[in-house]
């Protein structure tokens, strides 16, 4: 969950909110709250393997079960692209694509060696990106003060105390820019493209076979974690506008490398590119062992072809090897913005069909509050419609031939377990 989506989300989203970042990330995390909830709710009555998938099937039918599971597959396809092009443009920023490409190559090979050695690979990459995420508030609060790219300059004023009155007339500055004016439809947007570096989130919702007591253990999970995460990244956007301002954020693939820059010997700027990486790195290899099994999962119910049902040493192979033939693709053609954007609007998608699965649970089943389902589902609503026109139109695409192609499959018969 932690760090991954934010190196590479936060400048499209600070273009579309400008100063107004901080409220897009809150209105972000609220909805994967809300999502969250419902997906809690759902695992601990199916506890079975498969996400929205399984519960869609389940609850609404199979035809919307297909729709769910498609919507996770090119929605999460997607986010891969988007990951491994950050680890090029962190990593090697002028041969971005072909770097992307070898980490892309390297994932999958550590992904088919097995689930338990890609959990422990997780684990570490994101205490990596931890510290890169908290040197990035370190050097943006008490390094060198740079010139923002939107031409509003930082004024200090020598006097005791001066790193103080410096941080105060920064402040006072930042309310001068051009990206001041408040925009609800450019905080919106904002906050659907935010989304994407809540990646992860439900996952803890999935647990319900693994923990004891899951209807009072996966809620509490879920609000911890989502409130974390909404703390980091509220202090890492708050900083990165301190430092640099939105228009210092918006024109590079690499938004926070150039907070550590100013400091001599180029060593934080280092320890920031490690972090994206290996954050990235490790968003991309837990995002491909997920999305491939859903891709298993659906094949062996008849939804795709069953070509994608074989398995080597445990691991679907032929269904991670597909998965990355397309986000090689993806990687080669596509811009990262527009990526994310895409991928923003299938997920949503996919948790607005959650919330209409948890809204068929009885009050025994441990149902979310009406209110909930009701802001889920129009949070995911709005927030997807307020995306780039360009994601929402490609989104409608790609959903609708998951429609067309889940009415085509709908009669075949499911490959018997095992």
């Known amino acids: 969950m932690v760090g991954a989506g934010i190196f590479a989300a936060v400048a499209p989203a600070a273009l579309a909110a400008g100063r107004w970042l901080p409220l897009a990330v809150v ?21 079975q393997a498969g996400g929205t998938y399984a519960y869609a099937t389940a609850r609404l039918g199979r035809r919307r079960g297909h729709l769910a599971g498609w919507a996770f597959v090119v929605g999460k396809t997607a986010s891969c692209a988007a990951m491994a092009a950050t680890v090029g443009a962190y990593a090697v920023p002028g041969h971005a694509r072909w770097t992307a490409l070898g980490a892309l190559l390297v994932v999958v090979l550590l992904g088919t060696g097995g689930i338990r050695r890609g959990a422990r690979l997780t684990g570490v990459t994101l205490a990596v990106a931890a510290v890169g995420l908290l040197l990035v508030v370190a050097t943006a609060w008490f390094g060198p ?87 980091l990244y509220l202090v890492v956007v708050l900083s990165a506008l301190h430092a640099a301002g939105p228009g210092g954020l918006v024109g590079r693939a690499d ?26 790195a490790g968003a991309l290899l837990g995002l491909l062992l997920g999305v491939s099994r859903v891709l298993f999962a659906m094949a062996r119910d008849g939804h795709l072809h069953w070509r994608l049902t074989h398995v080597r040493h445990g691991v679907p192979d032929h269904a991670e090897w597909f998965v990355a033939a397309v986000v090689a693709l993806l990687v080669l053609v596509a811009d990262v913005r527009e990526v994310i954007g895409f991928s923003s609007v299938t997920v949503l998608t996919y948790y607005a069909l959650t919330h209409l699965a948890a809204w068929r649970l009885g009050r025994d089943e441990g149902r979310p509050a009406t209110v909930v389902l009701l802001l889920g589902l129009a949070g995911c609503v709005v927030l997807a419609l307020t995306l780039p026109v360009l994601s929402v139109l490609a989104g409608a695409v790609v959903l609708g031939v998951g429609v067309l192609a889940g009415r085509l499959t709908s009669r075949r018969t499911p490959l018997p377990a095992g």
């Open 27 to 47: 209105l972000a995390g609220a909805v994967a709250w809300l999502n969250a909830t419902s997906s809690g709710r759902l695992a601990a009555v199916h506890p």
């Open 145 to 231: 003060a740079p010139v923002p790219a939107d031409g509003v300059f930082w004024a200090t004023i020598i006097e005791p105390p001066g790193r103080l009155t410096e941080t105060v007339w920064r402040l006072r500055a930042w309310g001068l820019r051009p990206f001041d004016e408040f925009s609800g439809y450019g905080v919106l947007q904002a906050a659907g493209l935010m989304f994407f570096a809540f990646a992860g989130y439900a996952r803890v919702a999935t647990l319900g076979e693994e923990v004891r007591e899951p209807r009072r253990t996966i809620p509490r999970a879920i609000g911890l974690a989502l409130a974390l995460t909404v703390a």
């Open 255 to 280: 938004p926070l490398v150039g907070l550590g820059s100013g400091l001599p010997g180029g060593w934080a700027e280092t320890v920031v590119r490690v972090g994206a990486v290996a954050a990235s």
